[in-house]
């Protein structure tokens, strides 16, 4: 345990001194050409990027968030014999918190696709 800490510290040390060596022996003029933002070799076309609607995150989170919570159900199918009703009670509890969150998500508009 001491000699991952000793390797973290020694990667800290570098990294500090790595920083003070390139305040120190670093550029001092700072050139208006080499700081001007470009593309691929050429200029850029427009000053900043178009926002993306928040539809098309919200749409993303919500199909990630039920795509991860139905992936639950695998396991469930392979032990339901096993446990029995035990295992049917708690797959509704679960379902249950699944369509709250989705009902939620409908009045809040979420599934709306107007911009």
Do not use: H, R
């Not at 991952?4 to 700072?30: A, D, E, I």
């Not at 098309?56 to 392979?78: C, G, H, N, R, S």
Request: charged fraction near 15%.
């Amino acid at each position: 345990m001491i000699e991952l800490f000793l390797v973290f510290l020694v990667f800290g040390l570098l990294g500090v001194v790595l920083v003070f060596m390139n305040k120190l022996l670093g550029p001092k003029k700072p050139n208006p050409i080499k700081e001007s933002p470009f593309e691929c070799g050429s200029p850029y076309l427009q000053e900043g990027i178009n926002p993306v609607p928040i539809m098309y995150y919200m749409v993303a989170f919500l199909f990630l968030l039920f795509d991860i919570e139905v992936v639950f159900f695998f396991p469930w199918a392979l032990v339901f014999k096993e446990m029995g009703s035990t295992a049917l009670v708690i797959m509704f509890a679960y379902i249950f918190v699944l369509v709250v969150g989705f009902v939620y998500a409908w009045k809040k508009g979420a599934f709306k696709w107007e911009l």
